[in-house]
């Protein structure tokens, strides 16, 4: 298809093309998905997971940044497909196409993302779209071991207490190099995502509070919010910031947050 077309993969863009069918079954049995289910796949390629999900009798809603794969895609599946043309992020957020196709309505996730935009599109479908029902996706196992990480552990960090405060994380399948063409030179994993309840009001300076928490990791709490605040019972100042769970970082936020009003 993509030599009819005249096109080769383009590393610029992260293409490595999902071409194992026992993979691409694996993810689409774990989403759960069943006829007349409304699902966003991000990076369609040449559409060999689109094709197993219009096989189930979903609804595809397929955001594709590439020029001439969008052709390729257009002429493949007609009409079968609403098609959308352009990046699926637009100033990290979803991009305004694909909210406007949605329209409301609950959908889920099932894709073969991106390398690059995995971890700030999760992170933002999570935390603003709760009509996600969840996500179904292939990514770096890389990132799939810090979505999954425990406390304390080397791949606890800002990625795994945003999204695991919001959603419960499990692998599927971890997928080998030679599953894709080209071959990358990593490992893949396909994991789900699924929210466990409604967004906290307070999501978004937790957020915050967080990111510029771990940028210090290294530092003692004690410095890095001051040793003056009077930190929550059963803190020490100098504890870091990878030793704490999430229900201690949320009590750490709410006392940073009144020590400043």
């Known amino acids: 298809m993509l030599e009819e077309y005249g096109l080769s993969p383009l590393h610029r863009l992260g293409q490595n093309f999902l071409h194992d069918h026992n993979i691409i079954t694996k993810l689409v049995d774990a989403s759960g998905v069943t006829s007349g289910d409304l699902v966003v796949e991000i990076g369609p390629g040449t559409g060999t997971l689109t094709e197993a999900l219009l096989d189930r009798g979903c609804d595809v809603i397929a955001c594709e940044l590439d020029n ?3 052709c390729l895609l257009t002429d493949r599946f007609k009409d079968t497909i609403h098609l959308i043309h352009g990046d699926c992020l637009q100033k990290k957020k979803l991009n305004s196409d694909i909210v406007a196709a949605i329209n409301g309505r609950k959908w889920k996730l099932v894709s073969n993302l991106p390398y690059q935009i995995a971890s700030p599109l999760i992170v933002n479908i999570l935390s603003k779209h709760k009509n996600c029902l969840g996500q179904y996706v292939t990514i770096q196992y890389e990132v ?3 979505l999954m990480a425990k406390v304390d552990s080397s791949d606890w960090g800002v990625l795994s207490i945003l999204v695991q405060r919001l959603a419960f994380v499990e692998l599927i399948t971890k997928v080998q190099n030679t599953c894709f063409w080209p071959q990358p030179k990593i490992t893949s994993a396909c994991v789900r995502v699924e929210p466990t309840g409604e967004v906290p009001a307070n999501n978004e300076g937790f957020s ?4 510029s ?4 990791r290294r530092k003692q709490i004690g410095t ?5 605040l009077e930190l929550p019972e059963g803190f020490t100042a100098d504890v870091r910031p990878s030793t704490l769970t999430i229900p201690q970082l949320e009590m750490l936020y709410e006392t940073v947050k009144t020590s400043e009003v």
């Open 213 to 216: 928490l771990f940028a210090k």
């Open 144 to 146: 799939a071991q810090r």
């Open 68 to 70: 001439g794969l969008t």
């Open 208 to 211: 915050l509070f967080v990111t």
């Open 224 to 228: 890095i919010v001051g040793r003056n």
